[in-house]
């Protein structure tokens, strides 16, 4: 017997109530290109790949985890 697999609609309600219970949210953003160079300048993208999605969203979680984790 096949067990049917989900379909893409349940499988993104699926991963939003995870993401909600692990207390996350998923959102989309814009960014200007002055913001972006500014990540560079921070060092925290390489000027290198500031066209990378991926390493945008890196430098941004790490400019975030900089700017808004409380001091120990």
Sequence with gaps: MM???PT???ERMRRHRE????GMRCLWIELRDTEIDALVQRG???A???NDQNAIADALYDHLERS?????
């Design 44 to 46: 925290l993208l390489k």
């Design 48 to 50: 290198e790949t500031r």
């Design 8 to 10: 893409s609609a349940a």
């Design 3 to 5: 067990t049917a697999s």
């Design 19 to 22: 993401r909600r219970r692990d």
């Design 68 to 72: 808004l984790d409380p001091v120990a």
